[in-house]
């Protein structure tokens, strides 16, 4: 093989003591996604699986291929084209979020990883996809770099790198752009792409008109009242890879079928949202029917994509259930009682990044605390 | 110890605030503007200054037991001095302080340093000492103002700086957790300069 030859040829001017060893670590990347590591463990227990963490995340980032391609099509759409028109516009606007979100996040990446010697990790492969997928599409590219910065930086490098993060750094990403540049990421304008010669179209998303009227709003193109179906199908404004309950499921079933997302997470998530939302129903604050919470917005994508971060959610299965209902429950009960945040789910998320921990404690606390009651019985 | 260290110390490898985390509660939530962050200093320096000052005069004098409460009235009595001078002088500021000029009383930093340093020191070097310790903490609230007010507001001191080149203000650096970042940004920075200070 040609390339295997090449990057042999190449080792030893990257290797230690070579002319270009300081940039060791990046040569290593490069090697490694292009090759299996001849590399075998040594000490300790393992498993013998062809899986390792590049092959994890690429089944993650093809999972998040449907909702993708489904989000580029909707660009187009919301702004009246249909067809390869609308897949092909949306494609053109959505393609320099994902190259700048790449770009910036790999570069800050591979910086630190030389700069302390680590091998670099794959962990920003999700992220970096991540971060444009839940961004408004009409969001300035600055704005896309500055926040995908912060995330690596202060979200993940700063505690470590790849797996010793507290919070999911795609969502801290949205976290920044939302709080520091509130007008460019909220609001009535940035839903739909500017069209060249022709008025922009503004419209609030489907999920403010349903916490301000009750009701999932109109199109923006057309003017007719947008439907449970189009809600589900993803036929409505919003961020870009949020809007189609139907491709995240796409994504969750390959997610799950892999077994790489955990299924307690995923499933007490829409449990817990679920079951506040028929609360709020029970008690009268909301008239509209409590499964359109689950289909608009960001709930099913932070549901599958998001809350069953391997890292940042909880370790054990209790915690992953205790974990992800009070995700659900919590971004319901934000989207219902707190009229600033028409969207709960990704304050809901982190939020529960934070307690993520606490709840594992509990829960292996309690775990050994009946097994020593177990021992004195049999005493 | 030559008595310039008292000065010099807490300006670099002993600050209170990003070594010793002292003082951070004010240190958030006075440094959204340069103004505030800048007479906030100067009111610790004053406190922090004279409260070594005086209870080192003291110090042969008070019982140990007591020496608390004695500390207490003395720091008090300078704060609520400083809480009046700017209300006289300053008052838009005063207002902007609210409840943290008082708060200086609880502040870590001057207590500690005249438990730790003035009850067993001459006046002299108390003094030094307080102004020292003064001066390592308003240094920090100075530069974590100037990053938050130059990116929150894009101005400094008030004037225009960053607004005029169509800079779009980044108003999550008005946000209290944003000031926490920046001095967590400050001690990387200084711990990555002294390596002597780095934990295992």
């Given at each position: 093989?040609?390339?295997?030859?090449?990057?042999?040829?190449?080792?030893?001017?990257?290797?230690?003591?070579?002319?270009?060893?300081?940039?060791?670590?990046?040569?290593?990347?490069?090697?490694?996604?292009?090759?299996?590591?001849?590399?075998?463990?040594?000490?300790?227990?393992?498993i013998r699986d062809c899986n390792d963490m590049k092959r994890t995340m690429i089944v993650v980032v093809m999972a998040l291929i449907p909702a993708l391609l489904f989000g580029m099509y909707n660009v187009g759409y919301q702004v009246g084209m249909t067809g390869f028109e609308a897949f092909w516009f949306g494609f053109l606007k959505v393609l320099p979020l994902?190259?700048?979100?790449?770009?910036?996040?790999?570069?800050?990446?591979?910086?630190?990883?030389?700069?302390?010697?680590?091998?670099?990790?794959?962990?920003?492969?999700?992220?970096?996809?991540?971060?444009?997928?839940?961004?408004?599409?009409?969001?300035?590219?600055?704005i896309v770099a500055l926040a995908t910065a912060f995330a690596v930086v202060f979200g993940k490098e700063v505690f470590g790198g790849t797996g010793m993060n507290v919070f999911n750094p795609a969502l801290l990403a949205r976290a920044f752009a939302f709080f520091a540049y509130t007008p460019q990421m909220s609001g009535e304008k940035v839903w739909y792409a500017?069209?060249?010669?022709?008025?922009?179209?503004?419209?609030?998303?489907?999920?403010?008109?349903?916490?301000?009227?009750?009701?999932?709003?109109?199109?923006a193109v057309g003017g007719e009242p947008i439907s449970a179906c189009d809600a589900f199908l993803g036929l409505i404004p919003g961020s870009v890879g949020e809007t189609s309950t139907l491709a995240i499921l796409i994504g969750a079933a390959i997610l799950l079928f892999t077994g790489i997302a955990s299924w307690r997470t995923m499933l007490s998530v829409f449990?817990?949202?679920?079951?506040?939302?028929?609360?709020?129903?029970?008690?009268?604050?909301?008239?509209?029917?409590?499964?359109?919470?689950?289909?608009?917005?960001?709930?099913?994508?932070?549901?599958?994509?998001?809350?069953?971060?391997?890292?940042?959610?909880?370790?054990?299965?209790?915690?992953?259930?205790?974990?992800?209902?009070?995700?659900?429950?919590?971004?319901?009960?934000?989207?219902?009682?707190?009229?600033?945040?028409?969207?709960?789910?990704?304050?809901?998320?982190?939020?529960?990044?934070?307690?993520?921990?606490?709840?594992?404690?509990?829960?292996?606390?309690?775990?050994?605390?009946?097994?020593?009651?177990?021992?004195?019985?049999?005493? | 110890?030559?008595?310039?260290?008292?000065?010099?110390?807490?300006?670099?490898?002993?600050?209170?605030?990003?070594?010793?985390?002292?003082?951070?509660?004010?240190?958030?939530?006075?440094?959204?503007?340069?103004?505030?962050?800048?007479?906030?200093?100067?009111?610790?320096?004053?406190?922090?200054?004279?409260?070594?000052?005086?209870?080192?005069?003291?110090?042969?004098?008070?019982?140990?037991?007591?020496?608390?409460?004695?500390?207490?009235?003395?720091?008090?009595?300078?704060?609520?001095?400083?809480?009046?001078?700017?209300?006289?002088?300053?008052?838009?500021?005063?207002?902007?302080?609210?409840?943290?000029?008082?708060?200086?009383?609880?502040?870590?930093?001057?207590?500690?340093?005249?438990?730790?340093?003035?009850?067993?020191?001459?006046?002299?070097?108390?003094?030094?000492?307080?102004?020292?310790?003064?001066?390592?903490?308003?240094?920090?609230?100075?530069?974590?103002?100037?990053?938050?007010?130059?990116?929150?507001?894009?101005?400094?001191?008030?004037?225009?700086?960053?607004?005029?080149?169509?800079?779009?203000?980044?108003?999550?650096?008005?946000?209290?957790?944003?000031?926490?970042?920046?001095?967590?940004?400050?001690?990387?920075?200084?711990?990555?300069?002294?390596?002597?200070?780095?934990?295992?």
């Amino acid at each position: 093989m040609g390339l295997r030859n090449l990057v042999d040829k190449m080792k030893p001017t990257f290797s230690k003591g070579g002319k270009l060893s300081f940039l060791g670590s990046t040569f290593d990347a490069f090697e490694t996604f292009l090759f299996v590591p001849n590399t075998t463990t040594t000490k300790g227990a393992h498993i013998r699986d062809c899986n390792d963490m590049k092959r994890t995340m690429i089944v993650v980032v093809m999972a998040l291929i449907p909702a993708l391609l489904f989000g580029m099509y909707n660009v187009g759409y919301q702004v009246g084209m249909t067809g390869f028109e609308a897949f092909w516009f949306g494609f053109l606007k959505v393609l320099p979020l994902i190259v700048v979100s790449y770009v910036v996040g790999l570069a800050i990446e591979f910086g630190f990883a030389q700069s302390r010697g680590h091998e670099v990790n794959e962990g920003f492969l999700v992220s970096g996809l991540l971060i444009p997928m839940i961004m408004p599409v009409d969001v300035p590219l600055w704005i896309v770099a500055l926040a995908t910065a912060f995330a690596v930086v202060f979200g993940k490098e700063v505690f470590g790198g790849t797996g010793m993060n507290v919070f999911n750094p795609a969502l801290l990403a949205r976290a920044f752009a939302f709080f520091a540049y509130t007008p460019q990421m909220s609001g009535e304008k940035v839903w739909y792409a500017a069209v060249d010669g022709a008025d922009a179209v503004s419209g609030a998303t489907a999920l403010e008109s349903l916490s301000t009227s009750g009701t999932l709003g109109v199109h923006a193109v057309g003017g007719e009242p947008i439907s449970a179906c189009d809600a589900f199908l993803g036929l409505i404004p919003g961020s870009v890879g949020e809007t189609s309950t139907l491709a995240i499921l796409i994504g969750a079933a390959i997610l799950l079928f892999t077994g790489i997302a955990s299924w307690r997470t995923m499933l007490s998530v829409f449990v817990g949202g679920l079951a506040f939302g028929y609360l709020f129903n029970l008690l009268g604050v909301t008239a509209y029917p409590p499964y359109l919470h689950l289909i608009v917005g960001g709930f099913a994508f932070g549901a599958v994509f998001m809350a069953t971060d391997p890292v940042t959610s909880a370790q054990t299965d209790k915690g992953k259930y205790i974990v992800g209902f009070m995700t659900g429950a919590l971004a319901v009960i934000i989207r219902v009682c707190n009229p600033a945040y028409p969207e709960g789910m990704m304050l809901s998320i982190l939020f529960m990044n934070a307690l993520a921990p606490l709840v594992d404690y509990f829960v292996v606390e309690r775990n050994m605390a009946r097994r020593n009651r177990r021992i004195k019985t049999v005493k | 110890m030559k008595i310039s260290t008292n000065i010099t110390g807490p300006l670099g490898s002993n600050n209170p605030v990003i070594v010793q985390i002292l003082g951070i509660c004010s240190a958030l939530a006075v440094t959204v503007k340069l103004e505030p962050a800048v007479v906030m200093g100067l009111s610790v320096i004053f406190v922090t200054a004279f409260a070594n000052l005086v209870m080192s005069l003291l110090r042969n004098g008070v019982p140990s037991r007591i020496r608390i409460i004695v500390q207490l009235v003395v720091i008090a009595t300078l704060v609520i001095l400083v809480d009046q001078v700017l209300r006289a002088y300053v008052y838009d500021v005063s207002k902007q302080l609210s409840v943290y000029v008082g708060l200086i009383i609880t502040n870590c930093i001057v207590m500690g340093r005249v438990e730790a340093y003035a009850l067993g020191h001459k006046p002299w070097e108390s003094f030094l000492d307080g102004v020292g310790n003064g001066l390592g903490y308003a240094m920090i609230l100075v530069i974590v103002a100037f990053f938050r007010e130059l990116f929150g507001s894009g101005t400094l001191f008030g004037v225009d700086v960053l607004t005029r080149f169509g800079y779009t203000n980044n108003s999550l650096m008005l946000f209290p957790p944003m000031a926490l970042i920046i001095v967590g940004c400050i001690i990387w920075v200084h711990r990555s300069l002294n390596k002597d200070l780095q934990e295992k």
